[in-house]
């Protein structure tokens, strides 16, 4: 594992992040009766994902902030995967598109349990009292 200062720096933050841009940019040929609906849902869910990874960085001076943080990023990559599913299901998206995606959530979803699950490795250490 390499040094990691910035949320930034965090390949599942990276991949994420890359996923989000492509759903912005198929999610722009849905239909305008899905604006306020399946394309919002999912524009929203993909780039929250982001957002909970970086706010579990912010939080790992307390590991179960951290973990909480990262439960919500799951969170939204499960419901982005979800609406992946209507996506397709409605022909908005072709089979090649809705694999490729769901694959890439999948292993985001992956990168996350593991960060999740070794939060330790990606916390500080409570402060110990030194006058006991």
Same mark, same amino acid.
């Given at each position: 594992?390499?040094?990691?200062?910035?949320?930034?720096?965090?390949?599942?933050?990276?991949? #994420?992040?890359?996923? #989000?841009? &492509?759903?912005?940019?198929?999610?722009?040929?849905?239909?305008? &009766?899905?604006?306020?609906?399946?394309? $919002?849902?999912?524009?929203?869910?993909?780039?929250?994902?982001? +957002?909970?990874?970086? @706010? #579990? !960085?912010?939080?790992?001076?307390? &590991?179960?902030? %951290?973990?909480?943080?990262?439960? $919500? +990023? $799951?969170? @939204?990559?499960?419901?982005?995967?979800? !609406?992946? $599913?209507?996506? %397709? +299901?409605? +022909?908005?998206?072709? &089979?090649?598109?809705?694999?490729d995606l769901y694959k890439k959530y999948d292993e985001i979803l992956g990168m996350i349990v593991s960060m999740t699950v070794?939060?330790?490795?990606?916390? %500080?250490? @409570?402060?110990?009292?030194?006058?006991?």
């Open positions: 594992m390499t040094f990691v200062k910035f949320h930034k720096d965090l390949v599942v933050y990276q991949k #994420a992040f890359s996923a #989000a841009m &492509e759903i912005y940019t198929v999610s722009k040929k849905f239909p305008q &009766e899905e604006k306020y609906s399946l394309t $919002d849902q999912i524009r929203r869910s993909s780039r929250s994902v982001n +957002a909970n990874i970086t @706010e #579990a !960085w912010r939080k790992r001076r307390y &590991e179960k902030s %951290f973990i909480s943080k990262l439960n $919500d +990023a $799951d969170g @939204e990559a499960a419901e982005t995967q979800n !609406w992946l $599913d209507f996506a %397709f +299901a409605c +022909a908005y998206i072709d &089979e090649n598109t809705y694999l070794n939060a330790k490795k990606w916390t %500080f250490s @409570e402060p110990k009292n030194l006058n006991p």
